[in-house]
Nanobody, 124 residues
Framework: QVQLVESGGGLVQAGGSLRLSCAASGRTFSTYAMGWFRRAPGNERECVAA????????YYADSVKGRFTISRANAKNTVYLQMNSLKPEDTAIYYC?????????????????WGQGTQVTVSS
């Protein structure tokens, strides 16, 4: 069982930055692939970034490529999402997710564990 707790969301002006953190419980964090998803009002949940268990491979949605960076610190059981050059269309609830896998996963149904989400609001 893995429990995930996100933090770092908030209100920021367009062009600003935020860093989301996701702290995971358990001693086997390094065996889980991790993902950051978001859901905006009226939209389906989408994967914005994902990382493999060793941290040497990452995926980014086209909409965030070049602006967001996913990273992980296995010694701290934490995954991060650095978000730069934020746009109003990035406004959403952001969720951290984990799945027991060596490889990157980008489909939400493949993830077994989810955090409660953190709100990110970008004002224009």
């Amino acid at each position: 069982q893995v429990q995930l707790v996100e933090s770092g969301g908030g209100l920021v002006q367009a062009g600003g930055s935020l860093r989301l953190s996701c702290a995971a419980s358990g001693r086997t964090f390094s065996t889980y692939a991790m993902g950051w998803f978001r859901r905006a009002p009226g939209n389906e949940r989408e994967c914005v970034a994902a990382i493999n268990w060793s941290g040497n491979n990452a995926y980014y949605a086209d909409s965030v490529k070049g602006r967001f960076t996913i990273s992980r610190a296995n010694a701290k059981n934490t995954v991060y999402l650095q978000m730069n050059s934020l746009k109003p269309e990035d406004t959403a609830i952001y969720y951290c997710a984990a799945v027991y896998s060596e490889y990157i996963r980008v489909i939400d149904d493949e993830y077994a564990y989810w955090g409660q989400g953190t709100q990110v609001t970008v004002s224009s």
